[in-house]
């Protein structure tokens, strides 16, 4: 309580979290981005200027890189200025020029000038992208220069793109612009812009005529000036709010969290951006749903791998990633929204019809009925013009819940039908009534749905026991004439009884899957906890990692150890599959130079990288730091066979299992240093 005078745990804890963040800096080189509405604002010119006055009062400054730029009066600013050669790389038979990381760090200027920090490293570059150049030269204590458009900025991609029509496609995470320790916005009247568009300022005549016509008109350079200040805005209230909050003087705001759903619609990224930037303007957790079903399970590879992308821009726009199994994805989503103190839902528009369970068709409908008094936030697609979503629905592989039969399943349900058409007979035989028949009928429509997979046996089952019950039980016998009119009823009681409960057991089976799928995983974890606590050597702990990892995933494991405060040699754990005889070649191209520098990297960096990832993404596993406090205690590498990213809940089960290694890692090195002093 803060009515006596002290601060509340949150307020405690908000405080702490800045103070922390603010210490880990220490040691970081500072970041300064020259920020523009447009390109010819000046930013490049911007830079070299305050490049210049730090020469002049002789601050150490070197050009990394700065994009050539037809410009003579921004060229001149270059002049007298120590230039880092640049990368040659070739890519498709064309050399590219690019900027050189390792030659930066190796020459360590005191400051440093990197143009274009939304940039797209060619193909064989350490990074897919300049900013996390930048990120590496700024962890090695370098100060970096540099320059943005507003339009790079990834939650502003969709206003963007709706005011100037162009989909912008080099964009950085909005946490690499607010973590900035300076941004200069580089300011112009939009008139003034054209004016020197005209003149060919920044453009040749042929492309500036272009521009003119289509991104350089005058309603687009205000809106995007417009879109600048704003911004600008938001950042400097934010790090005054920072501000005062460590100082202990300012206004604390806990409570807020932003849940956003994702899935494969195209449309999705849209909602997850207005997702972030509801986060960011209330200060609030930032989360991101996912829930998989079964159908959804079965997805084509197309639509899993646009799952992915929107994953992966949720996890780049600081959402947390949850994935949750069920078959009612309203549900799910009202669940999770309840228990995780949601207090804001952002949902994309949906057209689809969900029929059981529910009142109204949407899924939005359901939702805002189970958590009536939550904000929800509905995201229209504006992409075709028209203002509505197009629907949009996932497809499907041929084993999806409804096509899937098997031969074994048609004649388990042959089988179960002549079974009892058989028992019917033997007990009408002994005087049992047409009531006990029928149950008798609902029994092996009941078991075919237990026995089978999917829906199509049970619902053949169903229809065929009315038939079967009406050639060999009603007057007339042996015909599919109903003598009594009150048997259509009967008949249509039975197919109804048939379909509801082979509609139920199949819910039931679902949700029984989706329990032994949580239990399996929850047990995974807690043996690797019990088991890591007995463990007292570096090897052992290795061992158990990689046996955990291919008892959830059966991947091939490398574990490289910590020794004497250098990368060990790696330990390689073959997925079981493999042949014999191809087993001592994959052990070389698993460790080959390539691999171990790519290890080497995450030893001395603390990210991962590898294949999947955005730094030397051309690798064949994906490589995770163990990590103690600041510091690596062990590399640990997944052979990904099928260069696809790793799913949400078994990726967070691995950081789980390594995050638990880590503290016995750190437990073994303190009784190792013990042994030393005694």
């Known amino acids: ?122 193909p064989g570059c350490r990074h897919q992208k300049r900013y996390q150049d930048i990120q590496e030269l700024l962890e090695h204590g370098i100060q970096v220069y540099t320059t943005v458009n507003i339009q790079h900025l990834e939650s502003l991609n969709d206003i963007v793109g709706a005011i100037t029509g162009i989909e912008v496609r080099e964009r950085i995470p909005d946490a690499v612009f607010d973590q900035a320790d300076q941004v200069k916005l580089v300011d112009i009247e939009a008139e003034e812009l054209v004016e020197r568009m005209k003149e060919g300022k920044i453009y040749q005549k042929a492309q500036a005529e272009r521009a003119l016509e289509n991104f350089f008109t005058m309603d687009k350079l205000v809106a995007l000036r417009e879109i600048a200040l704003r911004r600008m805005a938001d950042r400097v209230n934010r790090l005054a709010e920072k501000e005062k909050l ?22 999705s990224p849209k909602t997850i951006r207005a997702g972030a930037r509801l986060a960011f303007a209330f200060h609030a957790d930032f989360t991101a749903l996912y829930v998989e079903t079964r159908e959804l399970q079965n997805m084509e590879e197309s639509d899993k791998k646009r799952r992915d992308e929107n994953l992966r821009l949720a996890r780049t726009l600081g959402a947390k990633i ?74 499907h592989r041929n084993t999806s819940q409804i096509t899937r039969i098997s031969a074994p399943d048609f004649g388990k349900t042959a089988g179960l039908m002549a079974l009892s058409t ?61 003598g009594d009119s009150s048997y259509p009823v009967t008949f249509c009681m039975m197919l109804a009884v048939g379909l ?50 291919q008892k959830l995933m059966n991947f091939t494991v490398l574990v490289y150890m910590k020794e004497e ?65 600041e510091n690596v205690s062990a590399v640990v590498g997944m052979v990904l066979e099928e260069r696809r990213e790793i799913a949400p809940f078994e990726y967070g089960l691995i950081t789980a299992m390594l995050d638990e290694a880590a503290l016995v890692l750190e437990r073994i090195g303190k009784i190792e240093e013990l042994g030393r002093k005694t």
């Not at 829906?455 to 015909?479: D, E, I, M, Q």
């Not at 089976?509 to 463990?535: A, G, P, W």
């Open 1 to 122: 309580m803060e009515g006596d005078g002290r601060p509340s745990p949150e307020r405690l804890l908000a405080r702490l979290h800045a103070e922390n963040e603010r210490v880990h800096k220490l040691g970081y080189g500072k970041l300064k981005i020259f920020l523009g509405f447009a390109a010819g604002t000046g930013k490049t010119y911007a830079m070299l200027e305050a490049a210049q006055k730090l020469k002049a009062r002789g601050v150490d400054v070197a050009a990394g890189y700065v994009e050539p730029h037809a410009r003579p009066e921004t060229m001149e600013k270059l002049e007298g200025l120590e230039q880092i050669p640049a990368r040659m790389v070739e890519y498709k038979g064309v050399k590219l020029r690019e900027f050189d990381l390792d030659g930066a760090l190796a020459r360590r200027p005191g400051v440093l000038l990197v143009d274009e920090l939304a940039h797209t490293n060619a």
């Open 246 to 267: 460590v100082m202990g003087t300012g206004e604390f705001s806990a409570g807020e969290h932003v849940l956003v759903c994702i899935s494969a619609s195209p449309a």
């Open 322 to 395: 949850v994935t949750v199994y069920g078959e009612n994805i309203s549900r799910q989503i009202s669940e999770y929204a309840r228990i995780g103190n949601v207090t804001k839902l952002v949902l994309g528009r949906t057209n689809h019809k969900i029929w059981f369970g529910q009142t109204k068709g949407t899924l939005v409908d359901c939702v805002s009925q189970a958590v009536p008094n939550m904000d929800i936030y509905i995201i229209p697609d504006l992409k075709n013009g028209r203002g509505t979503e197009k629907s949009y629905k996932p497809k």
């Open 422 to 482: 058989v028992l019917g007979i033997g007990l009408a035989g002994l005087g049992w009534t047409e009531p006990n028949i029928i149950m008798i009928y609902l029994l092996g429509v009941m078991a075919t749905a237990v026995l089978t997979r999917g829906y199509l046996c049970s619902l053949a089952a169903s229809a065929v026991s009315v038939f079967l019950f009406n050639y060999f039980f009603t007057g007339p016998r042996f015909t599919l004439t109903a």
């Open 500 to 549: 509801f409960g082979t509609y139920m057991v199949n819910k039931l089976q679902s949700q029984f899957e989706v329990t032994v799928k949580r239990t399996y995983r929850t047990d995974i974890l807690l043996n690797n906890s019990r088991k890591l606590r007995r463990i007292d050597t570096r090897e052992a702990v290795g061992n158990e990692i990689a046996a955990q990892i």
């Open 565 to 629: 405060g250098k990368i060990g040699a790696p330990r390689v754990y073959l997925r079981k599959d493999i042949p014999e005889g191809e087993q001592e070649e994959r052990r070389l191209s698993y460790t080959s130079p390539e691999e171990k520098a790519v290890a080497g990297w995450v030893f001395g960096n603390g990210h991962r990288a590898g294949c999947t990832t955005h730094t030397l993404p051309s690798a064949r596993a994906i490589y995770l730091p163990v990590m103690e406090g």
